[in-house]
């Protein structure tokens, strides 16, 4: 409430402070009633001006002259930078002095407030704002990053411990192996032992026979065996031993595996990126082609950035997925399992390959280049996918019988979030089998290209739906406007393919169009790289083409 404009309050006399305002000194903003006014012009100041107080706050309050206790300073020297009032501009002390009036400095910086405050209301506030959203999301999925952290780990040295149990229990095996052999190795003494001790036993027998005999021919017979017997068939056994290795707990470590460290970068002007003026003028007039990449695949559908000079793609007729150099030369080549064209392909912040396949309904990532499955989906086909910056995969599928349409967020297989309808439960996509390109923004709001609805949907990190584009009014574009690929960049801007208009629409992230990227044929899928060059994949010809639409 305006104290001074209520009807509630009676506003008193600054000097007196009992009797009601009725007059304002406009240079000095001093409430006075009428038997005052004599009293405050006392003082022989000339720039006293008494008004009505409902005239108020029309006249300058200039700073008073601290050389000339009654002057005003209405003048700035600009060589010393300090106010001085007529008389010092008079003296020999500003001489020759630019002096300029400070009602102009007042006016430009009046100006610069206001830019000022423009720029803090809309612009930076806006960005804190967004900041605060971004960090709170962070704090959100905090416990759940560090909880899969952790079972990472746990896995880890549950492998460790599974290793160390396989491999105690190949050595028991062995150990009972060699038990078994040498009781073997025993026994076959014991057995030998045995019929030596008998021969011994006949030998002694005979011998005595002998030595109570008087037959001369039964001692000429005789033969000494005692050499032989001496000869001890006993096998020295050795007990096998077990040697431990030294456990060295940095070895350990290393072998286990390490864990990077925690790193917080500031980031700093981000405040700019979220200036529409700026985002605007940082676009290029007219965008200007770089290279374009000839995969020799019909119907090309996906394209997605692997780094600065390398793309992966996707064919909805040869259903290869295909690795290319800017310079055009195939690196990679793999087809899914099913041999059939993948859905959709994006990468893994690891840059492993993930696709999408319709005919098994699942997710799959190539890996060390092996195929395996992520993701297995009942009674839903999965349809386009992204990675945010968390790491999550986002996900659009439609149901078995093509009437619905949703956004799942997955952690690794696990789902933890969908998107299907709007406050009011109604749909937010379309409910068939069209495709639905989807990005994640640098503020975190999910975007999708909706070929069936036409429209692109942006919705906030927690579902809430934001806005919805329909295209740009323009007598140059005469089709309907029909989205297929979807991507973002640094500046937080939108980039849809309009496949039946042959361009690509760009708007900044409240979803108002910027300008259009007209030359490109039929294009389909799309992706920025981290330096903001746009890659287009052409359906129709097959070519990916690298765009500099920003002037950095």
């Known amino acids: 409430m305006d104290l001074q404009c209520s009807a509630q309050v009676v506003i008193r006399c600054d000097l007196c402070e009992t009797a009601g305002v009725q007059m304002l000194c406009d240079f000095c903003h001093v409430n006075l009633c009428i038997a005052c006014i004599g009293k405050h012009v006392s003082d022989g ?11 108020q706050k029309s006249t300058l309050i200039y700073p008073r002259c601290t050389m000339h206790p009654t002057k005003s300073c209405d003048l700035q020297c600009k060589e010393c930078n300090i106010s001085v009032c007529s008389f010092c501009s008079e003296s020999k002390q500003h001489e020759e002095h630019d002096l300029v009036h400070l009602s102009e400095i007042f006016a430009a910086k009046k100006v610069f407030i206001e830019n000022d405050e423009t720029e803090l209301e809309k612009y930076i506030s806006s960005t804190y704002r967004t900041i605060v959203i971004e960090i709170e999301a962070q704090m959100a999925r905090l416990h759940g990053d560090y909880e899969k952290l952790t079972e990472f780990v746990t896995e880890r040295g549950k492998q460790w411990h599974r290793a160390i149990e396989r491999v105690t229990k190949e050595m028991v095996v062995e150990i009972n192996e060699m038990k078994g052999r040498h009781q073997s190795i025993l026994k076959q003494q014991l057995d030998e032992i045995g019929m030596i001790q008998s021969l011994i036993d006949e030998t002694l027998l005979t011998m005595k026979k002998i030595k109570e005999s008087n037959d001369v021919s039964m001692a000429l017979e005789y033969t000494s065996r005692v050499k032989e017997f001496k000869k001890s068939p006993k096998v020295q056994i050795s007990l096998p031993t077990f040697s431990p290795q030294y456990i060295d707990s940095e070895q350990v470590h290393k072998l ?3 864990l990077s460290p925690l790193l917080a970068k500031r980031e700093a002007d981000s405040y700019r990126l979220l200036n529409p003026e700026a985002t605007v003028k940082a676009l290029l007039e007219e965008p200007k082609l770089i290279s374009s990449i000839n995969t020799g ?5 996906s394209v997605t950035c692997l780094s600065e000079e390398e793309i992966w793609t996707s064919s909805g007729v040869s259903g290869l997925m295909q690795c290319f150099n800017t310079q055009s030369s195939l690196e990679t080549s793999v087809k899914a399992k099913s041999r059939e064209f993948p859905s959709d392909i994006t990468l893994t912040s690891d840059g492993d390959l993930l696709y999408s396949d319709w005919k098994t309904k699942t997710v799959n990532i190539l890996k060390n280049k092996k195929i395996k499955e992520v993701i297995r989906l009942h009674g839903w086909i999965p349809n386009n996918m992204c990675v945010t910056s968390s790491g999550d995969l986002l996900v659009t599928m439609y149901s078995d019988d093509k009437t619905q349409s949703k956004v799942v967020r997955y952690s690794g297989s696990t789902e933890k979030e969908t998107i299907q309808f709007d406050d009011e439960g109604k749909p937010l996509y379309s409910g068939n089998k069209f495709t639905k390109y989807i990005s994640e923004n640098r503020n975190l709001d999910i ?5 069936g609805a036409g429209a692109v949907v942006v919705v906030n990190q927690a579902g809430k739906l934001m806005f919805r584009y329909t295209g740009h009014i ?3 574009k ?3 406007f029909k989205p297929r690929g979807i991507t973002t960049n640094s500046h937080y801007q939108i980039l849809a393919s309009d496949y039946e208009n042959h361009c690509i629409h760009i708007l900044d992230q409240d979803g108002h169009f910027l300008r259009y990227v007209d030359n490109v044929t039929t294009p389909y899928g799309l992706c920025v790289n981290k330096s903001d060059y746009l890659f287009v994949a052409e359906n129709y010809t097959g070519n990916v083409k690298k765009i500099k639409y920003i002037k950095y």
Not at 297 to 301: T, Y
Not at 447 to 451: A, F, K, L, P
Request: hydrophobic share 30%; net charge positive; proline share 7%.
């Open 474 to 476: 323009s007598t140059i």
């Open 447 to 451: 975007c999708v290209s909706d070929y």
């Open 45 to 55: 100041y000339e720039k006293h001006k008494v008004v009505p107080f409902k005239v």
């Open 297 to 301: 695949c019909k119907n090309l559908c």
């Open 256 to 258: 286990f595996g390490s």
């Open 478 to 480: 005469i089709d309907p």
